[in-house]
């Protein structure tokens, strides 16, 4: 999986960054699918200057219903429909969302063509696909809003076939099926059971995309032990009091808590527009100091998960 960041700027735009969009890439999924995570003004065009296609979103997920994070919405799904795309679109997003998109549509005399599910969440399991699991997670911002957690399911070890072999296996089609730890029929009437010929399960990769936040005690159980942890650090570590105010966090608090929820990495993102890329670094020591396995994102980093 990887994370795309299409912007990274907090509250409007700057010259240098566009507001909050990212974007996973579901490598495991066949369709070459992808998710998002926010929509703000602009997307569609930061879209257009990456590998994304419209066809391939799948799944949208809103933190929140402020304006840098839902403003780009409109846009993006009537163009997506303008372009000819038929498949279908889930949008997850707290309560209001659906009036939010259905209204702008109507005022505007605009449709979609394609399916679109909306969907309005509270805290809890939002998805499971049976690969990917997430659940939502509330936020210590002014107005309702969530983070997310993404975990991946666990994944079959690799078959032994060695030991198939060994025990008079022949190779076959069902060789996938027990790939899958299911039990087949063999023609000379033997039933072989797929779990014993697997080696140890590989584990999920998981990551945790808050929304806007001050600091929150809920961190630590949304973020436990994430491979990846992406976190607003709106402001420097000086202005906390202002950031805290606005339900925002800073540098220091970001990589706080990070470091409390045993993430192996954090990636910060949803910077003021006061910063400039050349001012970021100072936010990225800051962070360093506490968390040193801190990366700044800017707007197109490709990050692996």
């Not at 659940?135 to 002014?142: F, G, I, L, Q, R």
């Not at 033997?190 to 936040?213: H, N």
Request: charged share 20%.
């Amino acid at each position: 999986m990887e994370l795309l960041f299409l912007g990274t700027c907090a509250g409007a735009p700057s010259r240098e960054r566009n507001v909050t969009a990212i974007a996973l890439t579901l490598s495991d999924n066949n369709s070459g699918g992808y998710w998002l995570f926010d929509c703000g003004e602009g997307t569609q065009h930061q879209m257009m200057r990456s590998p994304l296609k419209p066809g391939k979103l799948e799944k949208i997920f809103i933190t929140h219903l402020h304006g840098d994070h839902i403003f780009g919405l409109p846009g993006l799904l009537t163009s997506r429909s303008m372009g000819g795309v038929s498949s279908p679109l889930t949008l997850y997003g707290p309560p209001g969302i659906k009036a939010f998109v259905e209204t702008t549509l109507t005022l505007s005399a605009s449709y979609v063509t394609f399916p679109l599910e909306i969907i309005e969440i509270a805290a809890g399991e939002v998805c499971d696909d049976g690969q990917m699991r997430v659940t939502a997670w509330p936020m210590s911002h002014v107005i309702e809003c969530y983070g997310f957690r993404i975990e991946q399911h666990d994944k079959p070890g690799p078959l032994d076939a060695e030991r198939l072999k060994a025990d008079g296996i022949p190779a076959g089609s069902w060789f996938q099926q027990l790939k899958r730890g299911e039990t087949v029929m063999l023609q000379d009437g033997r039933e072989v059971c797929g779990r014993d010929y697997l080696g140890p399960s590989i584990k999920g990769k998981s990551l945790a995309i808050f929304g806007d936040t001050a600091p929150t005690p809920l961190a630590s159980e949304l973020a436990a032990n994430v491979d990846v942890m992406v976190h607003e650090t709106t402001l420097e570590a000086a202005m906390a009091e202002k950031a805290n105010g606005r339900g925002h966090s800073t540098t220091v608090q970001a990589a706080t808590a990070a470091r409390e929820a045993g993430a192996r990495r954090l990636i910060a993102t949803h910077f003021s527009a006061r910063y400039g890329y050349a001012d970021c670094e100072k936010l990225l020591a800051e962070c360093r100091e506490i968390f040193p396995a801190t990366e700044l994102a800017r707007d197109f980093a490709v990050f692996t998960v």
